[in-house]
C-alpha cells in the first residue's frame, strides 16, 4: 500500500496564480484532512473531510478550497495565491476522524509564493 | 477534543531520558492519549496511544497517573536522531462527540545534542 500520497512535493507560484495539491489515499479511510506548518506555528488545519460529499472548515480555511468527490482523493485548491500561503502543506487521512485512531500523513507540498 | 498543555521545547544529550509531560485537564472517561513524532521535512507520525497506567513499545514508553489528568511520554537513552517535535492528542475513539477537527498544536520540540 502507498498509503497517502501528495502531489506535487514543490511548487512555485506567483501572486495571484491558482493550482490544486493532490492527495490520495489507498487505505479506504472515510476521514481525510489538509494543514498548514510554517515555522514556530505548529500544525494549523485548512480543511477536513468525514466522506465524500462532505468537507468542513478548520482553523485556517480561508484563501483555500476543498471538495470531496470520491473517498481516495481529497485535492486543495488555491484559487489565488498569496505570499501569505508559503508554507508546507500536509494531507492526512484515518479511518473515521476518531481523535484516538491513527492518522496517517502525507511525506508533504513544500509551496512557495512569490 | 480536550485541551493540552505541553512545553513548547526541550533540550537533552544523548544517551539520556527525556520525559515529556502532557497536561489534559478536562479528559472525558472514553477519551485515549495519543502522541505522534515529526522529524524535520515530514509529516507526524503515530508513536504510542495510551488509556491508563502504561503502555511501551519499540519507540517510547507512556505513563498515565489515576486521575489520568496528565500524561508522559519517556524516551529511554535518547539519540540525535530524536531530534523531533512531539504532539499529545486526547480524545475518544467512540460516541458522537469527539469532533472531526484534529488539532495538533504547537507540540513539543525536542533537540538531542551530542
Known amino acids: 500500500n502507498a498509503g497517502v500520497t501528495q502531489t506535487p512535493k514543490f511548487q512555485v507560484l506567483k501572486t495571484g496564480q491558482s493550482m490544486t495539491l493532490q492527495c490520495a489515499q489507498d487505505?479506504?479511510?472515510?476521514?481525510m484532512s489538509w494543514y498548514r506548518q510554517d515555522p514556530g506555528m505548529g500544525l494549523r488545519l485548512i480543511h477536513y473531510?468525514?466522506?465524500?460529499?462532505?468537507?468542513d472548515q478548520g482553523e485556517v480555511p480561508n484563501g483555500y478550497n476543498v471538495s470531496r468527490s470520491t473517498t481516495e482523493d481529497f485535492p486543495l485548491r488555491l484559487l489565488s495565491a498569496a505570499p501569505s500561503q508559503t508554507s508546507v502543506y500536509f494531507c492526512?487521512?484515518?479511518?473515521?476522524?476518531?481523535?484516538?485512531?491513527?492518522?496517517?500523513f502525507g511525506s508533504g507540498t513544500q509551496l512557495s509564493v512569490l | 477534543l480536550a485541551k493540552t498543555t505541553q512545553p513548547i521545547s526541550m533540550d537533552s544529550y544523548e544517551g539520556q531520558e527525556v520525559n515529556i509531560t502532557c497536561s489534559h485537564n478536562?479528559?472525558?472517561?472514553?477519551?485515549?492519549i495519543t502522541w505522534y513524532q515529526q522529524f524535520p521535512s515530514q509529516g507526524p507520525r503515530f508513536i504510542i496511544q495510551?488509556?491508563?497506567t502504561k503502555v511501551t513499545n519499540e519507540v517510547a514508553s507512556l505513563f498515565i497517573p489515576a486521575d489520568r489528568k496528565s500524561s508522559t511520554l519517556s524516551l529511554p537513552r535518547v539519540s540525535l536522531s530524536d531530534t523531533a517535535v512531539y504532539y499529545c492528542?486526547?480524545?475518544?475513539?467512540?460516541?458522537?462527540?469527539?469532533?472531526?477537527?484534529?488539532?495538533f498544536g504547537k507540540g513539543t520540540s525536542l533537540l538531542v545534542t551530542p
Open positions: 487505505m479506504n479511510h472515510e476521514y
Open positions: 492526512a487521512s484515518s479511518y473515521s476522524g476518531r481523535v484516538a485512531e491513527k492518522l496517517f
Open positions: 478536562n479528559i472525558a472517561t472514553n477519551d485515549y
Open positions: 495510551g488509556y491508563k
Open positions: 473531510s468525514v466522506g465524500a460529499g462532505i468537507t
Open positions: 492528542l486526547v480524545g475518544d475513539m467512540k460516541g458522537s462527540n469527539s469532533g472531526y477537527a484534529l488539532n
